[in-house]
Structures are given as structure tokens and as C-alpha cells.
């Protein structure tokens, strides 16, 4: 073989190779959102808070009937659709991967193709397991906010780390005296360092979750102080779903904190961003726990009902959502698995609806 035929060969056989080792790789773990995937899986559709979420799984058995991990999903996506007064996105896509192990080691959201959630769960996970979780309530909140640039991915994290806790209070499925002591116990990561140039030029871990929940600590309390605990944050938050602002648009940062702060009338949203952005403000932790009132002594969270901020800490933590006076009632919380058969996914090619539906569904009476 001739130096040139042998280069030419050689650089065939690399190719193969590579092609050959992508094509191994199952198209879940690429680096985005396998969308095309949802054509070729069974998919389970339920009706939750005035959306649909197409419900996917890898292949793999789980140590719980689909059916409990399909209804814990929903009740999640209720939490969070209990939050914002509806589900952030028209329709979710959720991709379950099938994983070793009893955990839920993580979860990603994406928007550029429609709102999706990838989320690994252990095969030998558990019932218990599942009602502790964080992941899931944590991915579903960040459909509710415009994508950012990654300049901005604080308050991205900042908005799923604070609401996360909330949303499930609100469920009944965390105390309140629990939510405390995480704030308390985890704030203070996400003061500035030495070096800090502001949360849109400091992308530390800290800075980026922790920074972004103290931006929404900080603004909550302003806003119910400002408000005389007539607003806080959610009412900000919600007025930016409200307005269709969702993970599937790209909208200027500030454009949103204006929406927010036209829904509780006081420009708080703006002001912080735009003290805390480009500077290392320094936030008295201590200062500001003696004022809401509420305090850790020998592991127990103590609370001080007549501390100045006091109101607002209680209202930052609403009540147990009463499921009578939803905006946007289910239908019920259990599902319907719906095998994809080649007849049903045509329509589904041509841009038609999901083919079945919850009994009782409003939406399927609805719909031809
Ligand atoms: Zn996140």
C-alpha cells in the first residue's frame, strides 16, 4: 500500500469507528433533548394544571409499577402548576431514563424545541424516595422562566432553588420549619467572595444557585415590605408566565424583572438586579434572620412571630393550596397509558394532538 492509499485508509478506518461508536449511543444520552425520541417510545399523556405532559420511558423495568412513578410526575407538575397558578408550558415533554441504583441523580430542562424535562431515575427507586424529591419540582419550575443567556443562569437556578421548596410546602409534602432551616443553612453559599464581580460576571456554584435564591429571598421580602405583604415574588413570577413567558422563549432579562414589577407595582425586581449584577453587595445574614424572625438553636428551627418581618416570613411560605378554588382543575391524577401504534403517530407527523386522553378530561370533551 502506498504512503498516500495507506493515510486515505487509515483515516477510513477512523471514520467508521466514530460513526460506528455514535451510533451505539442510545439517543437519550446525547447532550440535548432526544425530541425525535417520543415518536418511537410508548407515551403516557396526563392532564395537569391546564397542560399536557407526554410521559416517555427508556427501556428498563422499574421495582415500581409505572403506574405510581406516571402519577407521582402528575402530582409534582400539580405543586408547581399550584404555584404559578397553571403549569408554565402548554405541553411537557418528559423523558424518564431508566437508571442503576434507588436515586434520582438528576434532571435537565430544555425549551429549544418545545418545553422537555430529561430526568434519571434508579430503577430500585422507591415510594418514599420519590416523595423526597427535590429533582423533578425543580426542573418543572424552570420551565416557568424565559431561557437566558448563560450571563443570567443565576436567576434561572436562583428562581428553581427558592420556588422548589414552596411549591412543595404549598403540596403539603415539606414543612415550613424544613424550608427554614434549608434557607438558613444554605444562603449564606451564595454570599460574595473576595473577588466577586456580581452575579451576571461570577459563575461560581454558589453564586449561581445560591446567589440567584438570596436575589429571591432578598426581593420577596422587599416587595411584601413595600406592599404591605400585599404581593411578593410568586405574584411577580406568575405575572411572567401570565404574560407567556415560559423556557421556550428567549426574552431580555430586564424586560421580565419589568413585568414583575408592574404586577406588584413596586420597581423591586429592577432596583436589586440592578444593585446586585456588576457588584459584590454584602447581605447581613444575621441581621436579616433576626428580623423575619426565625433563628436555628440546638438544631431546632425557632421562630419569632414578633419580629419586624415577621408577617412576610409566613406569607413567603403560603398556606396549603385548597384544591377547590384551583384556577385549573384535573381531571384526576392517574393516567392513561397509550401505546403509539404506527396509525396513531401520522397524525402526530402532521402536527396533530396526542391521540387519548384521561377519561373525564374537560380538554378531550373538548377537542374532536
Ligand atoms: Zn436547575
Known amino acids: 500500500m502506498k504512503p498516500f492509499e495507506f493515510v486515505w ?4 478506518i477512523l471514520f467508521i469507528a466514530s460513526t460506528t461508536a455514535h451510533a451505539d ?5 446525547t447532550r440535548g433533548m432526544p425530541y425525535a425520541i417520543f415518536e418511537t417510545l410508548p407515551v403516557t399523556h396526563v392532564n395537569v394544571g391546564g397542560a399536557t405532559l407526554d410521559i416517555a420511558f427508556t427501556p428498563g423495568n422499574f421495582d415500581l409499577p409505572k403506574t405510581t412513578i406516571v ?12 404555584y404559578y397558578g397553571h403549569f408554565p408550558v402548554k405541553k411537557l415533554q418528559l423523558l424518564i431514563i431508566s437508571t442503576e441504583g434507588n436515586g434520582i441523580p438528576h434532571g435537565t430542562s430544555y425549551g429549544y424545541g418545545g418545553g422537555a424535562i430529561k430526568l434519571a431515575l434508579g430503577r430500585h427507586v422507591t415510594q418514599a424516595r420519590l416523595d423526597n424529591d427535590w429533582v423533578l419540582v425543580h426542573e418543572m419550575v424552570h420551565l416557568a422562566f424565559p431561557s437566558q443567556v448563560p450571563a443570567h443562569l443565576w436567576i434561572e437556578e436562583g428562581i428553581a432553588t427558592y420556588v422548589e421548596p414552596i411549591a412543595r410546602t404549598q403540596a403539603g409534602q415539606m414543612n415550613v420549619t424544613e424550608v427554614w432551616r434549608q434557607l438558613v443553612d444554605g444562603i449564606h453559599k451564595g454570599l460574595p467572595n473576595p473577588g ?3 452575579l451576571d460576571n461570577t459563575h461560581t456554584w454558589g453564586r449561581t444557585y445560591w446567589g440567584g435564591a438570596l436575589f429571591c429571598l432578598l426581593a420577596d421580602i422587599e416587595i411584601r415590605r413595600r406592599t404591605n405583604n400585599k404581593y411578593g ?18 426574552w431580555p432579562l430586564e424586560e421580565i424583572l419589568k413585568i414583575g414589577d408592574g404586577a406588584v407595582g413596586v420597581p423591586v425586581l429592577s432596583e436589586l438586579y440592578q444593585s446586585m449584577k456588576a457588584m459584590p453587595v454584602e447581605t447581613d445574614l444575621t441581621s436579616l434572620w433576626h428580623k423575619l424572625g426565625v433563628a436555628i ?8 412571630d414578633s419580629a419586624p418581618l415577621a408577617g412576610g416570613r409566613r406569607r413567603a411560605r403560603p398556606a396549603r393550596v385548597d384544591a377547590r378554588k384551583r384556577a385549573t ?3 384526576a391524577a392517574a393516567a392513561v397509558d397509550c401505546p403509539r401504534t404506527d396509525a396513531q403517530a401520522r397524525p402526530l407527523a402532521r402536527g396533530g394532538r396526542a391521540r387519548c386522553r384521561l377519561p373525564g378530561d374537560p380538554a378531550a370533551r373538548r377537542r374532536p
Open 25 to 29: 449511543e442510545p439517543m437519550w444520552e
Open 196 to 198: 466577586d464581580e456580581g
Open 9 to 12: 485508509f487509515a483515516f477510513f
Open 297 to 304: 438553636k440546638n438544631g431546632d428551627v425557632i421562630f419569632d
Open 233 to 250: 415574588l410568586r405574584d411577580a413570577l406568575r405575572a411572567v408566565t401570565d404574560a407567556g413567558g415560559s423556557i421556550e422563549e428567549k
Open 329 to 331: 382543575p384535573d381531571a
Open 71 to 82: 402519577n407521582w410526575i402528575a402530582a409534582r407538575a400539580r405543586m408547581v402548576a399550584d
